[in-house]
């Protein structure tokens, strides 16, 4: 997608979309990089649990970093802020921009959004090995998605329990 109207411009300065794993090396290669270069420059890691309500499992993907926040991390979820790409109102990385990015503008529902999100999610399952590499250290969800998961856990619970009551 290529779009220059506020809403658009607007998801580029809230929150950078993911990359596909293979999106990975050629844009590394495109900024005279290596991988681990890229990252510690110009990327984070962002985090998000799926599952059930018994069992969620953390994972991590790759994002632009946000400008004035630190690259080569684990991104706090509640954090907002401008992709480092998004220049004078343009991506700098256009024609290797995240996936998410391409695929996403301002016709797209909040459901396609979420299906998109879910795709981009199912394609980084096997590599969290590699991005622990990258990180140096061992993955790790945010304390504050794993607290916001256990109060949307309670919140179910205390549904059901109002449902078996009438």
Known sequence: ??????????????????????????????LGLNVEALFKKYLTIDVALLGTAEKRTAIFVLAPAMVD?????????RTKGACVWFKDGKCAVHELKPRECAAIDHTTTPAAGDTMRAAILQQ?????????DLYGKKLKAPEVLKEE???AKRRQAGADRGSDDR
């Not at 926040?69 to 979820?77: F, I, L, M, N, T």
Request: proline share 12%; aromatic share 10%; charged share 30%.
């Open 1 to 30: 997608m290529d779009c220059s109207c506020d809403r658009c411009q607007n998801l580029c300065r809230t929150k950078p979309g993911w990359f596909t794993p293979e999106q990975i090396a050629p844009l590394a290669r495109k």
């Open 149 to 151: 998961y256990r109060k």
């Open 69 to 77: 926040k630190p690259s080569g991390a684990v991104s706090d979820p």
């Open 124 to 132: 980084w399952r096997p590599h969290k090995r590699f991005l622990q």
